[in-house]
């Protein structure tokens, strides 16, 4: 398969990130003016190693030994010779069992508020393990973005972990994912195999860097 200069572009932009900023509560973090995007998934989808993935950096993301546990939004400036044009959010895996139930309400409340009230937020990628399919909180996460969505906000389910799927099951999750995303992208993704890293990537350099509208014809 053959990358197409698009494509190139938009996964040596990825190649750039680099940590911006750590934030426990929604007030520590900084106001920001470049678009923003976020991570979001349930505690074992995968999602720090599909940012390591698109970055191209072995650690970039933590991926901590116990699911559950980051409990705070990580910031990632993106952008060539240190300039930053947009940022990527990795916000706290959710729904692990082990952490107490009161950590888990107030981490759902920061999050809903977040990708409610985030101004620069301008699309949301939700990691999914598609032998799980969208569960529960996926689904309680979707109807918290829904307004923003119909607004404009851009919206990308990744099924990880393909590679775990034959062919017709690839099929079938990703049938599945498109009637439950409400109108937003769904892609099959696999860290090792490489899979769809380029077309992810194309799609965030595309939301975060979009086609001027063509000037109205003055005749």
């Known amino acids: 398969m ?3 200069p698009a494509a190139q572009q938009a996964v040596a ?3 750039t ?3 911006l900023t750590t934030a426990p509560r929604l007030e520590h973090l900084p106001d920001l003016e470049v678009p923003e995007i976020a991570f979001v998934g349930r505690s074992n989808a995968g ?3 599909c940012i390591n993935t698109l970055t191209q950096q072995k650690r970039l ?3 901590s030994k116990t699911p559950g546990r980051t409990q705070a939004i990580n910031l990632f400036s993106l952008g060539k010779q240190g300039i930053t044009d947009a940022v990527l ?3 706290p895996g959710y729904g692990y069992a082990a952490v107490p139930k009161a950590d888990k309400i107030r981490w759902q409340q920061v999050m809903a508020n977040y990708l409610v009230t985030r101004e620069n937020l301008t699309g949301v990628v939700m990691l999914v393990d598609p ?3 969208l569960t529960e909180l996926d689904d309680i996460l979707l109807e918290v973005i829904r307004p923003r969505v119909e607004q404009g906000l851009k919206f ?3 099924l990880t972990k393909a590679d775990k799927l034959n062919r017709s099951e690839q099929n079938k999750a990703l049938s599945i994912a498109r009637l439950q995303a409400g109108g937003g992208e769904v892609k099959l993704f696999s860290a090792p195999k490489r899979q769809g890293v380029e077309e992810a990537s194309l799609l965030l350099w595309q939301w975060t860097h979009p086609e001027p509208e063509p000037e109205p014809d003055p005749s």
């Open 47 to 49: 999602k720090s190693t």
């Open 13 to 15: 932009w990825l190649h």
């Open 89 to 91: 959010a990795d916000l």
């Open 131 to 133: 032998r799980h399919g």
């Open 17 to 19: 990130a680099r940590f």
């Open 2 to 4: 053959s990358t197409s």
């Open 61 to 63: 993301a933590f991926a």
């Open 156 to 158: 990308l389910v990744l």
